[in-house]
């Protein structure tokens, strides 16, 4: 199946389409790549933050401590003031906390976080005011005791388990900033391995449908410029290469017909000015030796001499035949048509052919002449062309042989076929050539010639073939009606 090329248009057309592509695909996996680095990173610094703060609360929560006790313990006046800055520090950083949290989880144990913490606030002074009032070892052994195990173990637990929440955070955070960096490598090396690819591609798509061609074409006219009409300009390549291989085709036709007509009407304007001169040269002393020779003729002579002078007769007859068929050969041809048929014409060509056809005992097939053979064309020039193509189908047969004439019908044409069984022609017949080469021992060479110029002349054509069993296939196609306006 032909695949109809496509224009150099269309094809840019594509390759750019192809480009926008895949710069459009770049530009979405980069910028997909930047979103889910940008995203990882704000969450990442997220739960640094929220990390950070947990630590923070739990620093000051100490230092809190650490103040309560001094209050206490050593009467410090400062320390109920620096406690109380140090529960306002701690209630700022669970404010943040809170704003930094974003799932039920994380919220979930902040609040149990603030929840303790709160409690922690209520219950640790109270204790001390036990201790205060009480003032012994026991009583501060058992404080000590209580927030040891109580409020602070409390506190540290719900810790714990919020550092691990966040720290499984991170972990999965980090495992998803590694997926997204994978992801964002491939997405930007799909669009690079497809621009290779298209690159590889658009080499050898340029190579074979530009270059080459292209390189081809140049080949074809340089070759044609050199003389070589019958060279072809492949038509191959994109659409306007091949419509360049196509017109330089046809314009090597063109110039081929031409040349082959420059070259016949130049042979034949050669033969014009040369041939009629010679003609008149050689027919005025042929008619005196011819003229000589009947009037030495006596029946009194010995036959010896009767024989010589009859076989000057019969060179001077055979040189003048020749001159003559040189001459109409050569001479225009102006067909003058009229009503006719394809029977009538057959059977005046070979009327005077019946005295060979007899002597060889040729077996003659011709068509059945019922169907309607009508024709207008010159039927003088045909009846000769179809003598000259019989004589030579009888002297190539042997004796006993057979020659059919078949005629077949189109609807504007007749298509006439002389079939011989003789030794074949050992040329093939060109149309331009001035003469064409002779098998008869005084043939002339210009009956196959002379049939070319007719049937072109009427607006035919004539082919000959070799038959597969031997012989000859003559076809002469004829259109109906001749119209003198295209000869």
């Not at 840019?12 to 790549?33: D, N, Q, W």
């Not at 606030?121 to 009583?139: G, R, W």
């Not at 490598?185 to 690159?199: E, G, M, Q, T």
Request: glycine fraction near 4%; aromatic fraction near 6%.
């Amino acid at each position: 199946m032909n695949i109809k090329p496509k224009s150099l248009k269309d094809l840019l057309l594509i390759h750019e389409l192809i480009f926008i592509f895949l710069i459009v695909l770049a530009a979405t996996a980069g910028s997909i790549g930047i979103h889910l680095w940008e995203k990882s990173s704000q969450e990442s610094s997220r739960i640094s933050l929220l990390i950070n703060e947990v630590q923070q609360t739990r620093g000051d929560l100490y230092r809190q401590m650490k103040e309560l006790f001094d209050a206490y313990f050593l009467d410090d006046l400062e320390a109920q003031s620096e406690y109380d800055n140090f529960t306002i520090t701690v209630e700022s950083h669970f404010v943040k906390l809170k704003k930094l949290a974003v799932d039920e989880t994380e919220k979930a144990v902040i609040n149990d976080l603030h929840g303790n913490y709160k409690k922690f606030v209520i219950e640790t002074p109270a204790l001390f005011d036990q201790f205060k009032n009480s003032n012994t070892d026991e009583s501060k052994r058992a404080i000590n005791t209580d927030i040891e195990t109580g409020l602070f173990k409390r506190y540290e637990d719900i810790l714990a388990r919020t550092e691990v929440i966040l720290n499984q955070k991170q972990i999965e955070l980090d495992s998803r900033l590694a997926e997204s960096k994978r992801m964002t490598i491939i997405l930007l090396v799909i669009p690079l391995l497809l621009s290779i690819l298209l690159l590889i591609f658009s080499r050898i798509f340029l190579k074979r449908a530009i270059v080459k061609p292209l390189n081809d074409v140049l080949k074809a006219t340089a070759q044609i410029s050199a003389g070589n009409l019958s060279y072809k300009a492949p038509d191959e390549g994109i659409e306007e290469l091949v419509a360049v291989s196509s017109a330089i085709n046809q314009m090597a036709d063109r110039l081929l017909v031409s040349q082959e007509s420059l070259v016949r009407t130049e042979k034949q304007a050669a033969q014009g000015l040369l041939v009629p001169m010679l003609a008149h040269n050689i027919r005025n002393p042929l008619a005196s030796i011819r003229a000589t020779a009947q009037v030495i003729d006596d029946p009194g002579l010995d036959s010896d001499t009767q024989d010589s002078l009859r076989g000057i007769i019969d060179t001077v007859d055979r040189l003048e035949r020749w001159t003559g068929a040189l001459l109409a050969y050569l001479l225009p041809l102006k067909p003058q048509p009229n009503n006719t048929s394809i029977k009538v014409i057959v059977e005046g060509a070979l009327a005077p052919l019946q005295q060979k056809i007899k002597e060889k005992s040729i077996k003659l097939k011709l068509p059945n002449w019922q169907e309607n053979n009508r024709i207008y064309t010159d039927q003088h020039l045909l009846e000769q062309v179809i003598y000259n193509l019989v004589l030579n189908a009888i002297d190539a047969s042997t004796k006993d042989a057979e020659i059919e004439i078949i005629l077949k019908t189109k609807p504007n044409t007749f298509i006439l076929l002389l079939l011989d069984n003789g030794c074949g022609m050992p040329f093939t017949p060109d149309p331009s050539a001035m003469s064409a080469p002779t098998t008869k021992r005084f043939g002339t060479g210009l009956g196959i010639p002379f049939a070319f110029k007719v049937c072109d002349a009427l607006g035919g054509e004539l082919k000959f073939n070799a038959r597969p069993e031997g012989g000859t296939a003559i076809t002469i196609l004829l259109p109906k009606t001749l119209n003198l306006t295209i000869n």
